[in-house]
């Protein structure tokens, strides 16, 4: 058991205990429920083994990872293609130059856009860790067939398809047409 969690087995008797009757559909509530549980369980145990031993957080390790596989490449791209903000980008960028992995550069024919490269340093550590990080791909993963692997990677594109293609009209119709609110960080302002 991951530390922290409860069993999944007593969360989902949980959730059945308080919602009872609730008109859910809870086979999607489930599936939902099981992809953040996954991906939360698998990030914390490759952020806790393999990239431990090269002091990577998981963003950094998939900043490098982009930047390693598309060559140079703008930031606003490298933040798209990571699944974070550019404002995230930014921070994880200084960190990973400040240790020698990665260079930032104007691009050479609009001044306004940046440009971000692997040095030789980030080249050779990608090329060390990636090996390591597929062997632990391999490891949790490793309850399923090779074709239990594709049909679940099938499934899993099939969902983030369905949010890349229809997500923006589904949230205009539940915001009303509006633009979302600002993201709060939870706190209050202070009066």
Same mark, same amino acid.
């Given at each position: 058991?991951?530390?922290?969690h409860?069993?999944?087995?007593?969360?989902?008797?949980?959730?059945?205990?308080?919602?009872?009757?609730?008109?859910?559909?809870?086979?999607?509530?489930a599936?939902v429920?099981g992809?953040?549980?996954?991906?939360?369980?698998?990030?914390q145990?490759?952020?806790?083994?393999?990239?431990?031993?090269v002091?990577l957080?998981?963003?950094?390790?998939?900043?490098?990872?982009?930047?390693?596989?598309r060559g140079?490449?703008?930031?606003?791209?490298?933040?798209?293609?990571a699944?974070? /903000?550019?404002?995230?980008?930014t921070?994880?960028?200084?960190?990973?130059?400040?240790?020698?992995?990665?260079?930032?550069?104007t691009?050479?024919?609009?001044?306004?856009l940046?440009?971000?490269?692997?040095?030789?340093a980030?080249?050779?550590l990608?090329?060390q860790?990636?090996?390591?990080?597929n062997?632990?791909e /391999?490891?949790?993963?490793?309850?399923? /067939?090779?074709?239990?692997?594709?049909?679940l990677?099938?499934?899993?594109r099939?969902? #983030?398809?369905?949010?890349?293609?229809h997500?923006?009209?589904?949230?205009l119709?539940?915001?009303?047409?509006?633009?979302?609110r600002?993201?709060?960080?939870?706190?209050?302002?202070? #009066?």
């Amino acid at each position: 058991m991951v530390s922290g969690h409860r069993p999944i087995g007593d969360t989902e008797k949980a959730v059945q205990a308080k919602l009872g009757d609730t008109p859910v559909r809870h086979q999607q509530m489930a599936a939902v429920a099981g992809i953040y549980r996954a991906a939360a369980t698998v990030r914390q145990h490759f952020e806790n083994s393999v990239l431990r031993t090269v002091e990577l957080t998981w963003t950094s390790f998939v900043v490098l990872w982009v930047v390693w596989i598309r060559g140079e490449t703008e930031t606003r791209r490298v933040a798209e293609e990571a699944g974070i /903000s550019k404002g995230t980008l930014t921070g994880v960028a200084r960190t990973l130059q400040g240790r020698g992995l990665l260079e930032r550069t104007t691009h050479p024919t609009d001044g306004r856009l940046a440009l971000l490269a692997l040095t030789p340093a980030g080249e050779t550590l990608m090329a060390q860790v990636f090996p390591q990080f597929n062997a632990e791909e /391999s490891f949790v993963t490793g309850p399923l /067939s090779d074709d239990e692997a594709l049909d679940l990677a099938d499934l899993l594109r099939r969902i #983030v398809v369905q949010v890349e293609t229809h997500g923006e009209d589904r949230r205009l119709e539940l915001l009303g047409g509006q633009d979302p609110r600002p993201r709060r960080s939870g706190r209050r302002p202070k #009066v």
